[in-house]
């Protein structure tokens, strides 16, 4: 690889994929009834993701984000 080629998990705002995959979720979180299907379909459409890879980036986000979003 060169040392002057993009880095191929940037994007041109500089977030990686899994910064913008995370905003997504989070934004999308917040409709009601918003399923699993409709945030992968997101991830794949606008984060450059494979259906593959965004339902691996799902599983990971929402483990992390249930997570850090428990209430005690």
């Not at 880095?7 to 705002?13: D, G, I, L």
């Not at 379909?41 to 483990?63: D, Q, S």
Request: aromatic share 6%; with cysteine.
């Amino acid at each position: 690889m060169k040392t002057s080629e993009k880095n191929p998990k940037k994007s041109s705002a500089g977030l990686s994929k899994m910064a913008m995959a995370t905003k997504a979720y989070e934004r999308m979180r917040k409709v009601e009834g918003v399923k699993r299907k409709e945030i992968i379909e997101e991830f794949v459409n606008n984060c450059g993701l494979t259906p593959a890879g965004a339902a691996t980036y799902y599983t990971l986000i929402r483990k992390k984000w249930s997570k850090n979003n428990r209430t005690a």
